[in-house]
């Protein structure tokens, strides 16, 4: 634990001089905070307008009067916009939202014996303050969730590791809520294991989390054909179940100490010595549950445990090997940034018990650790993957062309860095570990993120394919740095993630019966995690990146071209809603998807006048359109199915309901004029906008945060409404 410190009662102020921080954020894209301890320090790094921006400070960028119409609007955007673009083209940002993610970092951290910096810690500490609910003190599963088991007892648990006292006023008010919720009992599955690693709560309590399956798997008993083979799980629940089976299956738990102790009184209603734990491992606290467990996951956590109690010593020891050894190759195809935090910090606690502190796993991970921690207005949090940096650039480049800003002789530069920076992020190669990890083929393609993270996903090498034909084709004088043969590996990248419905998932192909394993789905607080699934929006960035591709290339692999699309144009016609809309998974949500579909249908020809398809999208559209002239829809579309209306329009999700008029071509001037001025009400002397609302969700139930979006898709909307007004009587 951390040395205690005193603290104010609140996080409303910096715990440090914001003055100091300071963003690298040039190698790759990797985004670094530093604290500049020192004033010889400060003095050799000047803060500059990008620190400023993302700290909440005064930018000193320059106001102007309001803009004159919407193309006005988009270009006062752009022209703040830029300013805080990076050295190296790509634009920075936070991808918070998930309370989950930080006490991660602190307990993972605390387990492996990685400090913090002063700043950092305190900066922590302040963060989970500011994000304490309002109402009664505790902590959700995202920032705009009720307070819940889960939430409270990890958030409780990491201010405690960071040292602050357990008599603090927010610590007090949220152990209120934590005893009124039930206490830490009742706490999700993935709770349960953080807690029972740092030994403050027993494993007995936890359902099973065998590695044995992929030793049956390694030695062929279990084939890799088997529709319940772990390799056919979703890639972000697989990396987090490797070496989560690991750790249970050591049953490794932190050594006892003072903290130890308190915590085991504190978190608990009960006391903690008379826990009947077994009895634990199905209670979840109702408020806690999105998933319900069902009897078949039941049964087959009853078998197991059974096979626990006498689980041969030599399988096991065989089964952690092989755990390991996935471990291991995971770390090394990403350079140790990981898919995402949570399996990060799993993996560095996994790395930390076999090579120790003193190996180089264990000083790269405490490394990387670095490219999660991001530092807001509000203090230091962890962010849901180490940045979205290729999604924020491809989109706004895209923005930028559409829109017509590229054109702007004083907007080149800016547009020649980030074709320079997606130039640079786009994969060469397969991983290094490639089948033996079980991973898809990444040469050609790009990533959510980084390079070096080096994933592939389907929509953002949609994207980013666009945004490099986009520049290098309609920006004058713009260099050729992505080369035609770089291109049509995009395209053989595009081309091997379509499943046979012709929908896109994610990161891979769907490897599994979706309804079947989603039975045995374990995490209470998520759905659809156990595979991947086919998702509009994936399907639409797949279907408009090929349409542009064919554009310029239109001989490359035609008739596979041209056959995907057309399969891909069957299954979003087939997935569009009885009201005209379509779902969105990883934007909120219909909003967000419609807009999406009808960007493709448009590529392809539909539009409102020659589809019934796209008119009744734009009818749905019109239906939910606000008085202002706004759109404004909240998470819990995601979470129910059924549109949820915000009390207030948004900027954002009017950004996107313009745009999916225009791509429809819709012939009304007044809708399109009403939603302008809106945006145009809420555009900020210096060109900016306010965050407002979370715009991303995932797995149903978690929102994430997008703040580069209101910028992205508010300028592109302006820009391209103003073009397409410009062309109706």
């Known amino acids: 634990m951390h040395a205690p410190v005193e603290l104010p009662a609140s996080g409303r102020e910096p715990f440090t001089d914001y003055t100091r921080w300071r963003l690298k954020a040039d190698d790759g894209g990797r985004q670094i905070w530093h604290y500049m301890e020192t004033d010889a320090q400060d003095e050799a790094w000047p803060q500059n307008t990008v620190d400023k921006y993302w700290l909440g400070l005064p930018t000193g960028i320059r106001e102007s009067p309001p803009a004159k119409d919407a193309m006005d609007a988009a270009r006062k955007g752009y022209e703040f916009y830029k300013q805080i673009q990076c050295e190296d083209g790509h634009w920075a940002g936070e991808y918070g939202g998930p309370m989950f993610l930080l006490p991660g970092l602190v307990i993972g951290s605390y387990v492996s014996e990685m400090e913090f910096t002063e700043p950092q810690r305190l900066e922590m500490i302040r963060y989970l303050f500011n ?296 994969i060469r190669e397969n991983p290094k570990h490639y089948e033996s990890a079980y991973r898809h083929t990444t040469k050609g393609a790009w990533p959510f993120s980084t390079k070096e993270q080096g994933y592939t996903v389907s929509d953002c090498t949609g994207e980013g394919l666009k945004a490099v034909l986009y520049i290098q084709r309609h920006v004058k004088g713009a260099p050729q740095l992505v080369s035609d043969r770089r291109l049509m590996d995009a395209v053989d990248v595009i081309l091997t993630m379509q499943n046979p419905n012709g929908g896109f998932a994610s990161y891979e192909l769907i490897r599994g019966p979706t309804a079947i394993l989603e039975m045995i789905n374990p995490a209470e607080v998520f759905g659809n995690i156990m595979t991947d699934y086919n998702y509009p929006e994936c399907t639409t960035s797949a279907i408009s990146a090929l349409s542009v591709f064919k554009q310029f290339y239109p001989d490359y692999r035609r008739a596979d071209v041209e056959n995907v699309i057309r399969r891909a144009l069957n299954y979003i016609h087939s997935v569009q809603r009885p009201d005209g809309s379509w779902f969105g998974s990883w934007g909120i949500c219909f909003t967000y998807a419609t807009m999406f579909a009808l960007e493709s249908l448009a590529l392809t020809g539909e539009t409102y006048e020659n589809s019934r398809a796209v008119k009744r999208a734009c009818e749905f559209l019109r239906s939910k359109q606000k008085l202002d002239g706004g759109w404004g829809e909240t998470y819990m579309s995601c979470v129910t199915g059924v549109y949820s209306e915000s009390p207030t329009s948004l900027v954002v999700q009017t950004a996107w309901g313009i745009m999916a008029l225009v791509y429809a071509r819709y012939t009304e001037r007044k809708p399109l004029e009403r939603a302008i001025k809106l945006i145009m009400s809420r555009q900020l002397p210096d060109g900016s906008w306010a965050g407002e609302a979370m715009e991303g969700i995932f797995n149903k139930s978690c929102t994430i945060t997008y703040p580069n979006f209101k910028f992205s898709f508010v300028i592109w909307a302006l820009g391209k409404a103003h073009k397409h007004l410009e062309t109706l009587p």
């Open 131 to 426: 994000r304490a609910h309002p109402d009664d003190g505790g902590w959700g599963l995202h920032t705009e969730s009720v307070s819940t088991v889960f939430g409270t007892g990890l958030n409780y648990t990491a201010l405690r590791i960071l040292g602050v006292p357990k008599e603090h006023p927010v610590m007090v008010r949220a152990r209120q809520t934590l005893h009124k919720l039930g206490g830490c009992t009742g706490i999700p599955s993935w709770g349960k294991f953080w807690l029972s690693l740092l030994n403050v709560y027993d494993w007995a309590g936890n359902n099973p989390i065998p590695a044995e399956l992929w030793l049956l798997s390694h030695c062929r008993l279990l084939p890799d054909w088997l529709p319940i083979h772990p390799h056919r799980w979703w890639i972000h629940t697989r990396n987090v179940y490797i070496p989560m089976c690991f750790i249970y299956g050591m049953k490794y738990q932190h050594p006892e100490n003072a903290l130890i102790f308190s915590l085991r009184q504190e978190l608990y209603v009960e006391d903690y010595d008379t826990i009947d734990w077994p009895l634990q491992c199905n209670n979840v606290a109702p408020g806690d549950i999105y998933h319900a467990h069902t009897m078949l996951l039941d049964v087959l956590n009853t078998v197991v445990r059974s096979y626990e109690m006498c689980a041969p010593p030599f399988i096991r020891t065989r089964a952690l090997r092989r755990a390991y050894d996935l471990v291991v190759k995971e770390d090394e195809n990403t350079a140790y940034q990981c898919l995402g935090p949570v399996n990060k910090m799993m993996n560095t606690v996994v790395r930390y018990l076999v090579d120790g502190r003193d190996s180089e796993a264990w000083r790269m991970h405490k490394l990387k650790r670095l490219d999660f921690m991001w530092l807001g207005a509000e203090g230091m949090m962890m962010c849901g993957t180490n940045g979205s940096q290729l999604w924020d650039i491809a989109f706004m480049s895209q923005a930028l062309v559409e829109s017509g800003l590229a054109e702007e002789e004083e907007n080149r530069e800016s547009m020649v860095k980030a074709l320079g920076w997606l130039e640079q992020c786009q």
